[in-house]
C-alpha cells in the first residue's frame, strides 16, 4: 500500500489534462477551412498524425527545435500530399486556433479540486503560447504555482534540465516529495525516471510500457492520482513494470 504523501505535483498538460486529440482534430479542421482545403482533414490527418509522431520523438531528443517542428511537420504533409501551401502561415493559423481549444479530459477537474494542499505545476514542451491560451481560457488555469514551459525553460522532457529549472522556481523542494503525471512514456516518465522523482503513467487506453521505461505508478483513471498523492490507498502499481 503507498505510504507516501507528495506535496509537489507535475502534471503533463496534452492528453493528461486536456484531451489534445478533440483540440487538434477541430483546429485542424478550422485551419483547413480557412485554406479553403474543404477535404483536407479527411484526406491528410493519418498522414499528418504519423509525420507529427516522428518529429516529436525528434524533439524529445534533442534532433529539431519546436520551432522548426511547427513549420515542418506541414511542409512534410504537403509535400506527401502536394498541396501548394505555405507551411509557415498554415501553421502560424493552426497554432491560433489549437489556443482557443480546451477540451479537458474526464476527471481534470476534480483531481486539481482535490489537491489544492499540494503544490501543482505544469510541465509542457508544447508551444508557450498555445499552452498558456488553453490554460487561460479553461476552468483550471488559475489553479497552478508554475507552469514550465521548454520554450523558457531551454530543454524539454525527458531532459533534467527542465526539471531542474522548474524546482529552482519551487524553491528546491524534496524529490522525494514530488511526482509528475503523464501520459507519455518517453517524455514524461522518462523525465521523471532521468531527475530521480516518482511518476504516474497515465494510461486509459493501456498500452503496453514497451520501451523498458518504468512508472512508479500506472492508472486508468485520471482520479486515482488523488489517492497516489494522499497516500490513501494502493492505488496504481507500486512496483515497476
Known amino acids: 500500500m503507498n505510504k507516501k504523501k507528495y506535496e509537489i505535483v507535475i502534471f503533463d498538460i496534452d492528453d493528461t489534462l486536456f484531451d489534445f486529440s478533440l483540440s487538434e482534430h477541430a483546429a485542424l479542421h478550422n485551419t483547413f477551412m480557412e485554406y479553403e482545403m474543404p477535404t483536407g482533414f479527411a484526406d491528410m490527418h493519418d498522414s499528418y498524425r504519423a509525420i507529427s509522431k516522428v518529429l516529436w520523438n525528434d524533439l ?37 486556433y489549437l489556443g ?9 477537474v476534480e483531481v486539481l479540486g482535490s489537491l489544492t494542499d499540494c503544490q501543482l505545476v505544469i510541465m509542457t514542451n508544447g508551444f508557450g503560447e498555445v499552452q498558456k491560451a488553453r490554460l487561460a481560457n479553461s476552468p483550471i488555469g488559475n489553479l497552478f504555482e508554475e507552469i514550465i514551459i521548454s520554450e523558457e525553460a531551454g530543454y ?46 497515465f494510461n486509459p487506453k493501456r498500452k503496453t510500457a514497451s520501451k523498458g521505461i518504468r512508472p512508479t505508478y500506472e492508472i486508468q483513471d485520471l482520479l486515482e492520482v488523488v489517492d497516489i498523492v494522499k497516500g490513501q490507498t494502493g492505488a496504481g502499481k507500486e512496483e515497476p513494470l
Open 60 to 96: 524529445e531528443q534533442g534532433k529539431i527545435a519546436l520551432h522548426e517542428l511547427g513549420v515542418e511537420r506541414f511542409r512534410r504533409l504537403f509535400l506527401e500530399h502536394g498541396a501548394d501551401k505555405d507551411p509557415h502561415s498554415f501553421s502560424s493559423s493552426y497554432l491560433q
Open 100 to 108: 482557443k481549444e480546451t477540451h479537458l479530459m474526464e476527471g481534470a
Open 156 to 201: 524539454q522532457k525527458p531532459h533534467p534540465a527542465i526539471f531542474d529549472y522548474a524546482f529552482a522556481k519551487l524553491g528546491n523542494p524534496l524529490k522525494e516529495r514530488s511526482i509528475i503525471v503523464g501520459d507519455s512514456l518517453t517524455s514524461d516518465i522518462q523525465g521523471g525516471n532521468n531527475f530521480g522523482i516518482d511518476t504516474v503513467w
